[in-house]
């Protein structure tokens, strides 16, 4: 009774604390923004309304969520097992180009087998650019890190080259082929509303993670080299062989964001597919302390700010690149939680001994 008290006081704490860093954030993005002479009010309510104002807009917010929710969950399971994948925005690029391909030139097939065809594509795609790092890890020793960086890189420009010449529609300019209607995903509500499969994707990959890192022995044993890769080999965890597995399962998710961007709301691929997204997995892990069920909320936040930040900046005069400032103003309170910690228990030691 007493172990559940404490680890709901720890959960309690963790959410106390990631809302103090987000209110912060907000505070000093409005600090700056009578520093430079506009309405912090009429910004943020800008913000709210484009994101949220209507159902067209809200679904739109949502439907930004998904990709946002696929990466966020990729860096999520890669941390719980101690490995920094930053590489999630290459692997989004390859799983997108997989999905593109198999989209496009996949034409014998039903929409019931063209889809799952499609998104396992993407998926493979993301693995295997997830697998290269990790292959070099295992064998070169090569930082997990700065291999996945470089990856990003070379996705990006593999990705142009490849829309760019022999993927190139003929009269676009940096666009494939469309997909097949039969692989694109069905949308969920009528026009203009754009939410689609897609969502329902994502919020059933949340569970599936949740699942795996709450009750299967895989899931225990990447939790378990995450938290103290040393004991864990004591104990006869494989740590090189969890640390393969959370990086070839967290490129594979990255690939299905992709994917689904691809198919659910592109309908080709296009220079450009991602916007930032495998970027944006990291600030939604961090937010949702790498819980699988918590990156729903956090993903909602960043694709809100997306969403808004075009009527901040046309209604309010802010530019949008203001919500980049909060997103990363969040993730240095966030890194200051330690510091939180400390006066927040030191708080309550007092006012429990002075109750005493």
Known sequence: MKLNREKLNEILLE????????????????????LFGYDPFKAYGALLKGAFGNMAVFTATLTKSVPIMFTGLAVAIAFKCGVFNIGAEGQLLMGALFAGIAGIYIRFLPAVLHIPVTLLAALLGGMIWAFIPAFLKQKFQVDVVIGTIMFNYIADYFVQYMVLNPLKASGAATATNPLQETAMLPRLLSSPNVLNMGYILAIIAVFIIYFILRHTTSGYEMKAVGINPTASKWAGISVDKNAFLALIISGGLAGLAGGIEVTGTLGKVVVGASSGYGFNGIPVALIAHNNPVLIIFSALLLASMRTGSMLMQTSAGVSKNMVDMIQGLII??????????????????KKRGGKK
């Open 15 to 34: 959410i106390f604390i990631t809302f103090l860093a987000i209110l912060l954030a907000i505070l000093v993005g409005g600090i700056v923004m009578v």
């Open 332 to 349: 240095v309170f966030l890194c200051a939680e330690y510091v939180f910690r400390y006066y927040i228990k030191k708080g309550l030691g």
